[in-house]
């Protein structure tokens, strides 16, 4: 079954539904379609209707940030693929993430003390704190400015990336 990109009125990602939810959005008007897959249309009130891949809400939903669920990728997103303390651009498999205040000291999984660091780097730092080891971060970390969505490739479809 195909994935379908829900975005908010503001054309902001939100989710990727199931194509049986987005049809029940459509059915009750609830929705735009932005794009649609080319596989098969369904005749819905006399027009034929595409198969959505990128729907919009009609209104705006808003979201809480605290909402927002830590996760590696959304990490790697936000510091686009740079180590934080050297600043060197990395590939997927350099990526490591490092706990500013280590977790053997206490720090937790969060936007706020996980960034991005390249293996040396992150070998380099160990179990210290900045302050100890003399690093300093290149930028702040926080909450990321959007959300960030992943999807396997199987169901990939080019015209999310525009959104994503």
């Given at each position: 079954m195909k994935k379908v990109l829900l975005l908010n009125n503001s054309y902001e990602p939100l989710t990727f539904i199931s194509e049986t939810r987005a049809w029940k959005l459509i059915c009750r008007n609830r929705v735009d379609i932005i794009d649609a897959w080319a596989d098969f249309h369904i005749k819905f009130e006399g027009k034929l209707i595409p198969n959505p891949s990128i729907i919009r809400l009609k209104e705006y939903a808003?979201?809480?940030?605290?909402?927002?669920?830590?996760?590696?990728?959304?990490?790697?997103?936000?510091?686009?693929?740079?180590?934080?303390?050297?600043?060197?651009?990395?590939?997927?498999?350099?990526?490591?993430?490092?706990?500013?205040?280590?977790?053997?000291?206490?720090?937790?999984?969060?936007?706020?003390?996980?960034?991005?660091?390249?293996?040396?780097?992150?070998?380099?730092?160990?179990?210290?704190?900045?302050?100890?080891?003399?690093?300093?971060?290149?930028?702040?970390?926080?909450l990321p400015t959007k959300m960030y969505i992943t999807l396997p490739k199987v169901f990939w479809n080019p015209n999310w990336e525009e959104y994503l």
């Open positions: 808003y979201i809480p940030t605290h909402k927002l669920v830590y996760n590696k990728e959304a990490i790697i997103k936000r510091d686009n693929s740079i180590c934080q303390y050297c600043g060197m651009p990395l590939s997927r498999d350099e990526i490591t993430i490092d706990h500013i205040h280590p977790k053997s000291k206490g720090g937790k999984n969060s936007f706020y003390n996980c960034v991005v660091c390249c293996k040396y780097c992150n070998s380099q730092k160990g179990d210290a704190t900045l302050e100890e080891c003399g690093f300093k971060l290149r930028t702040m970390p926080g």
